[in-house]
């Protein structure tokens, strides 16, 4: 018994090692994962139906398949898979820009998308600091003359009622796209509202052309000018011509809708440095337009 005591006695316990823990995962990656299952997430609530695609009689994934969800963006397939795989993959402020489109992200989980991104979002559909009430009182106050605020990109900050009928319905465009540029390449209310369109868009091409020159970096004027690229055939071509072309006034002829020809001297007020904020506004310039912008006006008050 002694000996078995003394030989117990004798035996020391081994130290265990611990267990390596796992390393906290980095910002970054989680970012990349959260932003993997948002993706997912909204992919799969949308039907076909709801982007135009046809449903097909095999359809096991609920939602939108990857492969369509790229076609409707236009990125590769491989690509945005990765993306829903959390992959170290970069993303340029416009492919989330047509992600948060073909997704049909309301203006929240539009937001998300890009903070978790960690990207600048492009769209001009937030509210502007340089639109004050004051200067929405001022555009009120001109009515019947057609009146807005716009920014050196053509993106529509605020308007007046007879602006908001002026060229189409302004009040039913998407605020992401109310801008000018947009409008007269792809939208018909408004193209067919303009008397000379092709001068129209030429001019307005070399005018931002001139006015891009200092954001050449900058994500939402790249983000505008490749919808251009990629929606109008007839912007392409006219970009292909590299004009540039100053800011100024001249008179218009818009064929509206409601009240027929209306000849406007056109007027920008600058609200900054000439490459920031302006009002634009639409004088009569005879007679005749002046009672149409009255009667314009009138319409827009009986449908409020």
Known sequence: MTTMASELSDVREVPRTPAPKSPEPSEPDVRRHELADFLRSRRERITPEQVGL???????????????????????????????????????????????????????????????????????????????????????????????????????????????RLLCDLDAVHPDDRNCMILSYTNADWRAAVVDLPEMNRLMAAKFRGAMAGHLAEPAWKALLGRLEAASPE?????????????????????????????????????GPSSGPRMVTYVPADDETAQRLQRLQALELADA
Not at 122 to 128: E, F, K, L, N
Not at 133 to 162: G, H, K, V, W
Not at 244 to 265: S, Y
């Open 54 to 164: 046809p449903r097909g009689r095999r359809r096991r994934t609920p939602g939108l398949r990857r492969e369509e969800v790229a076609q409707l963006s236009a990125v590769g397939v491989t690509w945005y898979t990765w993306l829903e795989q959390a992959r170290d993959i970069q993303v340029s402020p416009q492919v989330l820009d047509a992600l948060a489109r073909a997704l049909l992200l309301d203006r929240s989980e539009r937001s998300h998308l890009f903070s978790l991104a960690g990207a600048v979002d492009p769209s001009p559909g937030a509210d502007c600091p340089s639109v004050t009430p004051a200067l929405r009182e001022m555009l009120r106050q001109l009515d019947p003359l057609p009146a807005c605020i716009q920014n050196s990109r053509y993106d529509i900050l605020a308007y007046n009622r007879t602006y908001g």
């Open 235 to 271: 912007f392409r071509e006219i970009w292909a011509r590299h004009e540039v072309v100053g800011p100024g006034g001249r008179t218009k002829i818009f064929r509206n809708a409601h009240v027929g020809l209306l000849r406007l001297d056109h007027t920008d007020l600058w609200l």
